[in-house]
C-alpha cells in the first residue's frame, strides 16, 4: 500500500441508488456510427446501438491503438465516466497517449443515462441524469435542478440502475464481437460515480476482468458487500490529496482492509477530484500492464 496523506478540498462527488439486472435480457445490436462525436480526437469513433429493453439509441465511444493488428488478441479498457460525464469523459489526454502506447483498445459506455450508476447498490443521490444524446420517443420526467435529467421509461431510479449496469455490459459484448480481445487482458476503470460502478462490477463480473481501477470511487457510496470477493481481480484504489471526499475514499481502504480485500492504494499529491482523472492515468496503466487474468 502507498499512502501520501494531507489536507483536501474539491469538487463535488456523486451516489446513486442501485439495482442488479439479469444480462440473459440482453440482445444488443452491432454498433453504428453515432450523430454526433464524444472526443475532440479524431481517433475517437462515436458509436451508438439500439437498447432492446427499451428501444433507445444509446451511445458509446471506442479508441484502438495503431499498434493493434486483427490477428493478434489486443488487451481491452472499460472507462465509466463520473456523474454528469458522458462517453468523451476517458478519451482525451494522457488516457488515450498510454492507450496508443500500449497497443490497447479503450471504449467507453454512457451507461444508459449520465447519471445512472452502473448497478452499483449505493444510497445517496439517486440514479438520475441526462441523457446526453440517447434518443427515445419516452417522455423524460424533469427534476428540479438538473439539465434536461431523466429517470428510466417507467419512472423508477432502481429500473435507472438496472439499465445502466445492462449498457455497460452490452457495450462489452458488442466490443467483444467486433474485435479479437485478449480474454486475459480486459480491465476496467471508473472515476467518482463510476469508480463505485467498476468496484461492484469488479465483484458482480469477476471472472472476466484482470484488473480494475477506482480513481476517487464513490465512497461511502460504494457500499462495500462483505461477501466481496472480487476473485482474481487486482484492484487499485487511487485517489488526490486534494479531493474535498478523501475521507470516504480513506474509509474504503480501510473497509477492504478489515475484509482482509486484497487491493493497492495510491494517493497522489496535489491532485483534487477532478484532476486526479488524468492525472492518476500514468498509474492506471502501469498497473494494468502489471496483471494478466489467469
Not at 13 to 37: D, E, K, M, V, W
Not at 60 to 69: G, L
Request: no cysteine; aromatic share 10%; net charge neutral.
Amino acid at each position: 500500500m502507498k499512502f501520501i496523506r494531507t489536507p483536501i478540498a474539491s469538487l463535488g462527488l456523486a451516489f446513486a441508488l442501485g439495482l442488479s439486472f439479469n444480462l440473459s435480457q440482453a440482445q444488443p445490436a452491432t454498433g453504428q456510427p453515432a450523430g454526433r462525436s464524444w472526443s475532440g480526437d479524431p481517433r475517437v469513433q462515436s458509436r451508438s446501438y439500439v437498447f432492446t429493453n427499451t428501444g433507445e439509441t444509446l451511445p458509446y465511444a471506442v479508441f484502438v491503438s495503431t499498434k493493434v493488428a486483427k490477428d493478434k488478441p489486443a488487451p481491452l479498457v472499460v472507462a465509466l465516466r463520473g456523474f454528469g460525464g458522458n462517453p468523451g469523459s476517458f478519451m482525451w489526454g494522457p488516457a488515450l497517449t498510454l492507450a496508443e502506447e500500449g497497443g490497447y483498445i479503450m471504449v467507453a459506455p454512457m451507461g444508459y443515462t449520465s447519471g445512472g450508476n452502473f448497478g452499483n447498490p449505493t444510497t445517496g443521490m439517486g440514479a438520475f441524469g441526462r441523457r446526453n444524446g440517447a434518443t427515445t420517443n419516452a417522455p423524460a420526467s424533469s427534476l428540479p435542478g438538473t439539465n434536461q435529467p431523466s429517470r428510466s421509461p417507467d419512472g423508477g431510479a432502481d429500473q435507472t440502475s438496472a439499465y445502466s449496469e445492462q449498457d455497460v455490459m452490452n457495450v462489452l459484448a458488442i466490443v467483444r464481437k467486433e474485435f479479437n480481445l485478449d480474454d486475459h487482458r480486459i480491465y476496467l476503470m471508473g472515476h467518482s460515480q463510476g469508480g463505485a460502478g467498476a468496484l461492484h462490477l469488479a465483484d458482480k463480473y469477476s471472472s472476466i476482468w484482470a484488473g480494475v481501477a477506482g480513481l476517487s470511487p464513490g465512497a461511502p457510496g460504494y457500499q462495500l458487500d462483505a461477501n466481496a470477493k472480487f476473485k482474481d481481480v487486482a484492484i487499485l484504489i487511487m485517489a488526490g490529496d486534494k479531493d474535498g471526499f478523501i475521507g470516504s475514499v480513506h474509509h474504503l481502504d480501510e473497509r477492504m482492509k478489515s475484509l482482509k480485500l486484497a487491493h493497492e492504494y495510491v494517493e497522489l499529491p496535489g491532485l483534487d477530484h477532478g484532476s486526479i482523472v488524468m492525472g492518476g492515468m500514468t498509474n492506471v496503466f502501469q498497473f494494468f500492464s502489471q496483471h494478466t487474468k489467469p
